[in-house]
C-alpha cells in the first residue's frame, strides 16, 4: 500500500519450490518502520495498523507480496490439512436439542412405526381386509386430514421467515436469536476446555496480529448493527490445523497453522472477514433452523419406513437411506450456499477495512495447490459441506470487481504495486519451465506433444 511492493518472486531449485508451496507460499513481509494502513479515511475513522511494540521489537509492515517473516514463530511446521473448513463442523448448534431432542424424536418415531407394523402382523386376515375396505371408504377424509397437516407445515415455514441481514434474502428462523446465543456460551466452554492448554498468550505476536486484524475490520465496519452490538474476543491456538472460526457471541478461534498458510495481512483479514459474515449472517441459527424443521418433517418419513419394511434389518437399511438423501440433498447444498454467502460479505467487509481484495482468491488457489502437491485426493463437491478450493477462487474472482468498487467509495487508498493474481500465475509458470528444465532429455520430444500453460504477462 506504500508503494514499496517488491515481487515474491520464487527463486531456487525445484525443490526449494515444493518447500515454500507446502508452507503455504508465504510471502509474508518484514519491513521495518513502514505502516500497514495509511489514513486515507474520513477523519472519523482512522486505521488501526500502525507501528507498535510487539514482544520488544516493532510490528513490521505487512504488505502483500513481500518477502519475510510473519513475526509468529521461528518454526514454521505447517500442515495443510485434507479440507480447509473456516467455520465449526456444528456451528454453535443448540447442544441441549443435538444431544437430547433430536436422539429422542428419532426414538419416537423408530418405536412407533415398529409398533404399528407389528400391530398389523397380528391382526386376523378377516380385520386386514375390514380395516382395508373402511380406509378406502375415508380415503378422502385420510387425504383431507393429511393435505391439514401439509398446510400446517408450509404455514409454519412462511410464518417463521426473515430477511437476512445485507442481503437481503428470506431465511428460516425457528430459534430465537438471544436464546441460541445463550446456548453458543455452552459451546465456547467446551472449545475452551478441550483447547485451553493451547491458547496464545495475548503477548504473544500472533494473538496480537489477529486482534488488529479483527478490531479493523470491526471498526470499519460499525456501521452494521450485529458488528457493532458484539464484543469481539481473540483466541489464538498454537495447533497446526489450517483453521479458523467465530461463534455467535463474538468468541473468535484462530488456529496458528491458519497465519502459517497465508501469504500476507489481506488474506488473513479477507478470512476473518469471512468468519465474521457468518455471525452477521446469523448463518448458525439459519443452518440450525433449516435442519431442526428438516428433521421434524423426516419423523413422517422414519415412522413410515419402519411401519412399512418387513424386517428390522430392513427398516435400518432404509433409515440409512434416507438420512443420505436429507443430508446430500439438503443439509450439505445448503452449506456450501451458506459458505458461499459468506465468502461475498466477508469480502464486502474485507473491502470497506481498504483490505487489498485481490489476494482473496489468491489463498484458495494457494489451498489448492498445496493440496495438489502433497498428493491429497479431490474429494467431489457435492460430497462436502464446503465449496471446492478451486470454485471459491473463481467465485471471488467474479465479486473482485464490486469489492474494489466499495473500496473505491471507502475512500481507500488506490493500491500499489502488481495484483497477487498475477504474481501467483507467474510464479506457477516458473515453477512449470523449472521443473520442465530438470527432466530428463529423452522425454524432450514427448513434451513438445503435450500442451502447454498459457499464463498471461505483464
Known amino acids: 500500500l506504500n508503494g514499496n511492493i517488491r515481487n515474491c518472486f520464487l527463486s531456487g531449485s525445484p525443490d526449494s519450490y515444493r518447500n515454500l508451496i507446502s508452507k503455504g507460499l508465504r510471502c509474508l513481509l518484514n519491513v521495518p518502520n513502514t505502516e500497514v494502513y495509511k489514513n486515507a479515511q474520513h477523519s472519523s475513522r482512522r486505521f488501526c495498523f500502525q507501528s507498535?511494540?510487539?514482544?520488544?521489537?516493532?510490528?513490521?509492515?505487512?504488505?502483500?507480496?513481500?518477502?519475510?517473516?510473519?513475526?509468529?514463530?521461528?518454526?514454521?511446521?505447517?500442515?495443510?490439512?485434507?479440507?480447509?473448513?473456516?467455520?465449526?463442523?456444528?456451528?454453535?448448534?443448540?447442544?441441549?436439542?443435538?444431544?437430547?431432542?433430536?436422539?429422542?424424536?428419532?426414538?419416537?418415531a423408530i418405536i412407533l412405526g415398529r409398533s404399528i407394523r407389528n400391530w398389523w402382523k397380528a391382526l386376523p386376515p378377516n380385520k386386514r381386509e375390514l380395516f382395508k375396505e373402511s380406509a378406502r371408504k375415508n380415503k378422502w377424509k385420510i387425504l383431507l386430514g393429511v393435505s391439514s397437516l401439509g398446510v400446517l407445515f408450509v404455514v409454519f415455514y412462511f410464518t417463521h421467515l426473515e430477511e437476512t441481514p445485507i442481503t437481503g434474502r428470506t431465511r428460516l428462523l425457528v430459534f430465537g436469536k438471544e436464546h441460541f446465543r445463550e446456548l453458543s456460551q455452552l459451546e465456547y466452554d467446551m472449545w475452551m476446555e478441550e483447547l485451553?492448554?493451547?491458547?496464545?498468550?495475548?503477548?504473544?505476536?500472533?494473538?496480537?496480529?489477529?486482534?488488529?486484524?479483527?478490531?479493523?475490520?470491526?471498526?470499519?465496519?460499525?456501521?452494521i448493527p450485529q458488528i457493532s452490538a458484539l464484543r469481539w474476543v481473540i483466541h489464538v491456538v498454537d495447533e497446526p490445523s489450517v483453521n479458523a472460526f467465530v461463534l455467535p457471541n463474538g468468541q473468535v478461534f484462530v488456529f496458528t497453522g491458519l497465519?502459517?498458510?497465508?501469504?500476507?495481512?489481506?488474506?488473513l483479514s479477507f478470512i476473518l472477514?469471512?468468519?465474521?459474515?457468518?455471525?452477521?449472517?446469523?448463518?448458525?441459527?439459519?443452518?440450525?433452523?433449516?435442519?431442526?424443521?428438516?428433521d421434524?418433517?423426516?419423523?413422517?418419513?422414519?415412522?413410515?419406513?419402519?411401519?412399512?419394511?418387513?424386517?428390522?434389518?430392513?427398516?435400518?437399511?432404509?433409515?440409512?437411506?434416507?438420512?443420505?438423501?436429507?443430508?446430500?440433498?439438503?443439509?450439505?447444498?445448503?452449506?456450501?450456499?451458506?459458505?458461499?454467502?459468506?465468502?461475498?460479505?466477508?469480502?464486502?467487509?474485507?473491502?470497506?477495512?481498504?483490505?487489498?481484495?485481490?489476494?482473496?482468491?489468491?489463498f484458495w488457489q494457494q489451498m489448492e495447490l498445496a493440496e495438489t502437491i502433497q498428493g491429497q485426493p479431490k474429494l467431489p463437491e457435492w460430497l462436502s459441506t464446503h465449496p471446492s478450493h478451486e470454485n471459491r477462487a473463481e467465485h471471488l474472482d467474479r465479486l473482485i470487481p464490486e469489492a474494489l468498487k466499495i473500496r473505491e467509495n471507502c475512500n481507500c487508498p488506490s493500491l500499489?504495486?502488481?495484483?497477487?493474481?498475477?504474481?501467483?500465475?507467474?510464479?506457477?509458470?516458473?515453477?512449470?519451465?523449472?521443473s520442465k528444465?530438470?527432466?530428463?532429455?529423452?522425454?524432450?520430444?514427448?513434451?513438445?506433444?503435450?500442451?502447454?500453460?498459457?499464463?498471461?504477462?505483464?
Open 52 to 108: 507498535s511494540r510487539l514482544l520488544g521489537k516493532k510490528i513490521t509492515s505487512l504488505q502483500i507480496s513481500s518477502v519475510g517473516q510473519f513475526p509468529c514463530h521461528s518454526a514454521w511446521n505447517v500442515q495443510i490439512t485434507r479440507s480447509f473448513h473456516t467455520s465449526p463442523s456444528f456451528q454453535a448448534a443448540p447442544v441441549l436439542f443435538w444431544i437430547i431432542v433430536k436422539p429422542a424424536q428419532k426414538l419416537f
Open 196 to 223: 485451553k492448554s493451547k491458547m496464545l498468550p495475548e503477548t504473544d505476536a500472533c494473538y496480537q496480529v489477529v486482534e488488529r486484524v479483527v478490531g479493523h475490520l470491526s471498526e470499519s465496519n460499525k456501521d
Open 259 to 267: 497465519l502459517n498458510a497465508v501469504s500476507d495481512i489481506h488474506q
Open 273 to 294: 472477514g469471512h468468519e465474521i459474515a457468518h455471525v452477521v449472517l446469523e448463518h448458525a441459527v439459519k443452518k440450525a433452523s433449516l435442519v431442526h424443521f428438516l
Open 296 to 362: 421434524f418433517l423426516s419423523l413422517i418419513f422414519l415412522t413410515m419406513i419402519w411401519a412399512i419394511c418387513p424386517r428390522d434389518s430392513l427398516a435400518v437399511v432404509g433409515q440409512w437411506i434416507q438420512s443420505k438423501l436429507q443430508e446430500f440433498m439438503f443439509d450439505r447444498p445448503y452449506s456450501r450456499t451458506l459458505e458461499a454467502e459468506a465468502d461475498k460479505v466477508g469480502l464486502q467487509l474485507a473491502a470497506k477495512a481498504c483490505v487489498d481484495v485481490r489476494a482473496s482468491s489468491v
Open 416 to 434: 500499489s504495486g502488481p495484483d497477487p493474481r498475477l504474481i501467483f500465475r507467474l510464479n506457477m509458470q516458473h515453477l512449470l519451465e523449472s
Open 437 to 458: 528444465d530438470q527432466e530428463t532429455p529423452n522425454s524432450t520430444k514427448q513434451d513438445l506433444l503435450k500442451p502447454k500453460l498459457d499464463f498471461p504477462h505483464t
